[in-house]
């Protein structure tokens, strides 16, 4: 019924590694080099965010300090913030699974975009009291990668 998938296929991956590198002013100037281009590295740690992101189940939520930690950029999650902000308009992220550690949606609760979020967050059965999500029942639980026994 709800089995939307948003796994990046192996297309996907590729077209967005080898893309070229993106220019925007808008980026944070930390992530460019002196022609405002944005850095390879960086482009790195945005497609590790987006492969976990893209699998956070319907249904449930994570924190952008949770996408950082299992995307292996420890604490930070404001990186993971700045990767969904500008993820290529070919990935279909679910980036409102994404929420802040304090189980609220980032952004102003008066703006469209809280408004969109939150809509689909609802339609997929997310709960929010006093405008918070219950981490403690919908959080994603990932299972544990087990090494192959082979």
Do not use: K
């Not at 929420?99 to 709960?127: C, D, K, T």
Request: aromatic fraction near 10%.
């Amino acid at each position: 019924m709800h089995s939307r998938s948003y796994a990046l296929s192996e297309a996907q991956i590729q077209a967005f590694e080898t893309e070229p590198v993106l220019n925007s002013n808008t980026r944070p100037a930390a992530q460019h080099d002196s022609y405002g281009t944005l850095r390879r590295d960086m482009l790195n740690s945005y497609q590790r965010a987006y492969r976990v992101v893209a699998e956070i189940p319907f249904g449930r939520v994570a924190t952008y300090g949770q996408v950082a930690a299992l995307s292996g950029l420890g604490r930070r999650a404001r990186l993971v913030g700045y990767a969904l902000h500008h993820s290529p308009g070919h990935l279909t992220l679910p980036w409102h699974r994404v929420i802040n550690a304090q189980g609220r949606i980032s952004f102003p609760p008066n703006s469209e975009a809280y408004g969109r979020q939150r809509a689909l967050l609802e339609a997929e059965g997310v709960v929010f009291v006093r405008d918070r999500v219950d981490l403690a029942c919908y959080r994603w639980h990932p299972l544990p990668a087990f090494p192959d026994l082979d």
